[in-house]
């Protein structure tokens, strides 16, 4: 069973982009906060997140970097603990919303999220 830990480590090492994200967010929070950091994620993936000087940090749901990450994220839905499930469920998905990144988003979702996502939005299951 996969852990907080675990989940980071995976994160960080799949999407290297990530990295100063997280750097960035340890020095603005002093601390590590999972549900706004991936909520950074997500916005990553979605190409919407601002670095401290407002420019926005290259990102974006198309390609297999994203698909990887979204993976990596599949993965721990399935085999985290109850800790790392609810970070997925709630602070994931809830920040995956209706740009239009994010509908690209949406087609890298294994069965697991899309599971999850039409259990807790009513989105249709296309299988």
């Known amino acids: 069973m996969s852990t907080l830990a675990h989940l980071l480590v995976d994160l960080l090492s799949t999407a290297p982009g990530l990295v100063p994200i997280y750097r960035?967010?340890?020095?603005l929070h002093d601390a590590l906060h999972p549900e706004l950091f991936i909520t950074q994620v997500a916005g990553w993936l979605g190409g919407t997140v601002r670095a401290a000087d407002g420019?926005?940090?290259?990102?974006?749901?198309?390609?297999?970097?994203a698909r990887t990450l979204v993976d990596v994220i599949e993965s721990h839905?399935?085999?985290?603990?109850?800790?790392?499930?609810?970070?997925?469920?709630?602070?994931?998905?809830?920040?995956?919303?209706?740009?239009?990144?994010?509908?690209?988003l949406r087609l890298h979702f294994g069965p697991s999220l899309k599971a999850?996502?039409?259990r807790r939005d009513g989105w249709p299951l296309d299988d």
């Open 55 to 65: 420019l926005t940090v290259p990102g974006g749901a198309s390609g297999d970097a």
């Open 24 to 27: 960035e967010h340890l020095a």
């Open 77 to 104: 839905l399935k085999n985290g603990d109850a800790e790392v499930r609810e970070l997925i469920t709630l602070s994931f998905l809830e920040s995956v919303d209706a740009s239009p990144a994010n509908e690209v």
């Open 116 to 118: 999850e996502a039409a």
